[in-house]
């Protein structure tokens, strides 16, 4: 069967915190979104509940009201919910999504109620801004001390393992830094080092902040690419990660079983190879400046980027003059930066990674592709997919069935599963770099 056919509620309900009650709301639900994303820090969602009324008894009154009315919904509800179907599993029963609005649209005979959702550690994040100073130490270990420790997010949504005591879900990084919290929403602090961040075990900096159903990632652009290409070594990874697409059997989706791995609809490239972008955003040549504030010292540098990056042939640089800049970057360098004696480090003069962060974020979006699939709770933001596309290609002599550019890995950038009384399905929006994603394909 196919996965595009109703999932399953095992449990839906709506608790009220400051008195306790909870409603069972499993025959009410018309439609559930659940989304992830590798630029969103938490978990989002949204849902639609149909309320014909008698569903709360009024504390005040005794009156049996809607949802809406009787549990006086406001902000701060808890969501708790399990769904299913023959992919995996949705399981929030243990925590929690948080009410943030509750809009509703009164009809004849029935009330709407639309409730939009987001992670308990959102709401956590806002309410307890950030306030201590961090000393200088690998950015990593401080990122796991923000969030186990000022958060208080659960060891094993961190990736923790006890023999080793390190967090899986923490990607090391090489360089050193400071961290002020100067009051800001401890998520806030932690997704501006993305962009500050180097890998341990890789050259270029970039990371991503975001949560999955699984926890919390802090991980190196590069060591995703790298973790997701190892993973289709496992064959079950590999079935469930690739998927397929040609119009006949799109046309044939709802005419025969065996269709879980078959894309619904004709995938969308909303980016392919933009290169005045790709010119505008820095990915070729950069221009450098940087001052000393203790000597008033400049300096001037332009440098291309993509001549460090060992850049497969996809990627034609010969059409930019290495004079040529349309990317500016400038740095003031503060005392302690890299005073004697003040730090040692030597990694964390910002020239040194945000131009660099800049061009790996720009190579990652060379190409975006969005796809709608049979729902697979199986799959994670951050994740690498492979992918087969129809060859339009007319008089293919060797008559291939697959485009081999178009088709290959692509990292899962946003996810959302949606749940309707009727269908399931998730939509991917998908991004591949000029280097390992498609290099790696071919």
């Known amino acids: 069967m196919s996965r595009a056919g109703a999932s399953n509620y095992t449990f839906f309900q709506i608790k009220n915190t400051k008195t306790g009650v909870e409603v069972p709301i499993v025959g009410k639900i018309l439609n559930f979104y659940y989304y992830e994303s590798l630029y969103s820090s938490t978990i989002t969602g949204s849902l639609a509940l149909e309320d014909v009324g008698g569903s709360v008894e009024d504390e005040k009154t005794g009156v049996l009201a809607t949802i809406k009315d009787g549990m006086k919904l406001t902000g701060f509800e808890e969501v708790s919910f399990h769904v299913f179907n023959e992919s995996g599993n949705l399981n929030f029963r243990n925590y929690p999504l948080i009410v943030t609005g509750s809009p509703a649209i009164d009809e004849s005979n029935r ?28 950015i990593s270990d401080t990122i796991a001390k923000i969030l186990a420790d000022e958060l208080q997010i659960p060891k094993d949504k961190l990736g923790f393992d006890k023999d080793s005591g390190n967090y899986s879900s923490i990607e ?35 990371y991503f902040f975001y949560e999955t159903q699984d926890g919390f990632n802090f991980r190196s652009i590069d060591g995703l690419i790298d973790e997701g290409i190892k993973s289709f070594d496992n064959e079950d990874y590999e079935k469930e990660h690739t998927y397929y697409y040609t119009a006949a059997l799109a046309a044939n989706l ?40 203790r000597t008033g010292v400049y300096t001037e540098e332009i440098k291309n980027l993509l001549s460090d990056t060992n ?18 970057f400038h740095f003031e360098l503060s005392p302690g930066q890299d005073d004697p004696g003040v730090s040692d480090v030597i990694l964390n003069n910002p020239a040194d990674y945000v131009p660099q962060a800049n061009m790996r974020y ?11 699939i049979p729902c697979n709770l199986n799959l994670r933001a951050g994740e690498v997919i492979k ?23 692509y990292m899962i950038c946003h996810l959302c599963h949606s749940f309707s009384t009727t269908n399931s399905y998730t939509s991917l929006t998908l991004l591949r770099d000029t280097r390992e994603l498609y290099r790696s394909s071919k």
């Open 111 to 138: 009330q709407v109620v639309l409730l939009k959702l987001v992670s308990k550690t959102e709401i956590d994040s806002s309410s307890k801004p950030l306030s201590r100073n961090y000393p200088e130490a690998p």
């Open 172 to 206: 090391n990084t090489k360089n050193q830094d400071k961290i002020k919290g100067n009051h800001f929403a401890p998520l806030d602090v932690v997704s501006k080092m993305c962009n500050k961040s180097i890998p341990a075990n890789y050259k270029d900096p970039g």
């Open 254 to 293: 709802d005419k025969q079983d065996g269709n879980n791995y078959k894309i619904v609809r004709t995938p969308v490239f909303r980016k392919d190879e933009d290169i005045i972008k790709a010119l505008r955003t820095g990915m070729f040549n950069v221009r450098i400046t940087t001052r000393d504030r």
């Open 311 to 328: 850049l497969g042939e996809k990627q034609d640089k010969s059409i930019v003059d290495d004079n040529v800049y349309l990317k500016s």
């Open 362 to 372: 720009s190579l990652l979006h060379a190409q975006m592709v969005d796809i709608l």
């Open 387 to 409: 992918l087969y596309l129809e060859n339009i290609t007319q008089g293919d002599k060797n008559n291939q069935v697959y485009n081999n550019l178009r088709s290959g890995y």
